[in-house]
């Protein structure tokens, strides 16, 4: 994800990027806003600067040539979007935000 930054918008939240952690797919992406809530460098995929193809070229040189952490990274990338994305997580802390909401009388 390439992504660069424009002047009075906001990057919002790339669906591509839960797709590939579904597949188990690292992603490369531009360390921008909402990027940064799907991608946790290392962990999970790269995030780079945007803007610098070089260092977008050399993240991607490093899944290619070592399959072993392709694999780590693409199995935590799937744990993570399931763990903080599914359908299910998103209820919980729905209702978690609910309930806090009403306890707190707002």
Request: hydrophobic share 45%.
């Amino acid at each position: 994800m390439p992504n660069v930054q424009v002047e009075g918008d906001m990057e919002g939240f790339g669906v591509v990027m839960l797709e590939a952690g579904l597949c188990e797919l690292p992603v490369v992406a531009a360390a921008l806003e909402g990027i940064q809530d799907v991608v946790t460098d290392g962990a999970n995929g790269f995030l780079v600067p945007p803007e610098d193809p070089t260092a977008f070229a050399e993240q991607i040189r490093v899944l290619i040539r070592d399959r072993e952490l392709r694999d780590l990274l693409g199995e935590r990338s799937r744990e993570h979007v399931m763990g903080a994305f599914s359908w299910p997580a998103v209820a919980r802390r729905t209702v978690q935000h609910l309930q806090h909401l009403v306890q707190n009388g707002q």
